[in-house]
């Protein structure tokens, strides 16, 4: 009841402010509902293709982050740090590739032993061969 009198107090463009004001607050709060209606199905039927999108503009944002932060360190005057990620992982690779060789060639050697049979080699001292031979021999032997 209190509220009825103070209305009828009002002036006239106090009135004209306060029914604008509803209006304008009616038709901010019906187009907030069909945005939010319109949003929500818009969502529905293309989540997969905003999903792609998406995805693409988060890396394409952070690539654009990495070389902005590396375009101010070089500006800065500071070297970019050694890839010590990339050098232990060359590190590791080389050794199981060293490795992987060396076991292999244990393994070809030890299968080269088995299926090559033993030759019995005899060694010819040169000075306790044929002395008589050595005369006619092409190639001469100091023995002084």
């Known amino acids: 009841m209190l509220g009825t009198n103070l209305l009828k107090h009002q002036s006239k463009p106090e009135r004209i402010a306060d029914q604008a004001w509803e209006y304008l ?11 939010k209606y319109t949003a929500r199905s818009a969502r529905r039927t293309g989540s997969h293709l905003t999903s792609n999108a998406g995805d693409r503009v988060g890396a ?6 990495v070389r902005a932060g ?10 970019p ?14 050794a199981a590739v060293a490795w992987a060789a060396s076991t292999a060639s244990r ?4 299968r080269a032993e088995r299926e090559l ?3 019995d080699v005899e060694f010819v001292d040169v000075d ?4 008589v031979d050595r005369t006619s021999s092409p190639v001469r032997v100091d023995t002084a």
């Open 128 to 131: 306790r061969a044929n002395p």
């Open 25 to 35: 607050t009616s038709a901010v709060n019906s187009a907030g509902d069909s945005v």
């Open 107 to 110: 393994a070809a050697l030890a």
């Open 60 to 65: 394409v944002t952070d690539e654009a982050r």
């Open 70 to 79: 590396r375009a101010y360190d070089a500006l800065a005057g500071r070297r």
């Open 117 to 119: 049979p033993a030759h």
């Open 81 to 94: 740090g050694l890839p010590w990620g990339w050098l232990i992982g060359a590190g590791l690779v080389g």
